[in-house]
């Protein structure tokens, strides 16, 4: 049976993970994927209100999404659940913000390093390192993240006062339909 490169992809990052695969790894294949595949097209449904999180495949492992930004769409900061998530820019550019928790975990958040990835950077975050938010530019932009394990619910947070908020995670399309 003939796979498309992303579910080729779907099923390598498995069993890396399943191995107990070291992140430069899983980098790697999220890298190589980004700068030869255009597949992920068939992903990529946008929504007018928000960023659209669209499911390409799940395991107990990881789940693997194509995330479409119109242009200026941003996510709340948030945390990753004690999960790792990796993001391979597919198209346009998107920029990251970290955030750390204030002393006494109270208070305004401490603004950290912002940046700007192009179309084939992979970005790495986890709780250990910060939180953050990331968004388009003036350009849509479509990134594809790797969670591992899945995220089912995550927090965010408001910047200036720090209060917190659990969140459920829907998703816009499963395997390219979308959903009600
Ligand atoms: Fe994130």
């Given amino acids: 049976m003939t796979r ?19 992140g430069k790894e899983v980098a790697g294949l999220l890298a190589e994927y980004a700068a030869r595949e255009r597949d ?15 499911l390409v495949s799940a395991s107990e492992l990881f789940e693997l999404l194509v995330i479409c930004w119109q242009p200026g769409q941003v996510s ?14 597919l198209d346009g550019q998107i920029r990251e913000r970290l955030y750390h928790l204030p002393p006494q975990q109270k208070g305004p958040l401490v603004a950290g390093h912002a940046r700007v990835l192009e179309a084939g950077s992979v970005a790495y975050i986890h709780d250990d390192i910060a ?13 594809l993240h790797l969670y591992s394990r899945p995220i089912r619910e995550c927090r ?3 910047a200036e006062t720090g209060a ?9 399309s499963v395997e390219g339909v979308l959903q009600a």
């Avoid at 709340?76 to 820019?89: E, K, L, R, T, Y």
């Fill in 76 to 89: 709340p900061i948030h945390d990753h659940q004690g999960q790792n998530c990796w993001m391979a820019v």
């Fill in 4 to 22: 498309s490169p992303i579910h080729a992809l779907a099923r390598e990052l498995h069993t890396n993970l399943k191995h107990g695969s070291r």
């Fill in 131 to 143: 939180l953050h938010d990331i968004g388009s530019l003036d350009r849509p932009g479509i990134t």
């Fill in 156 to 158: 965010t947070f408001d």
């Fill in 164 to 172: 917190e908020t659990l969140r459920g995670l829907v998703y816009h």
């Fill in 40 to 54: 992920w097209r068939e992903f990529a449904h946008f929504k007018g209100e928000c960023y659209a999180r669209n």
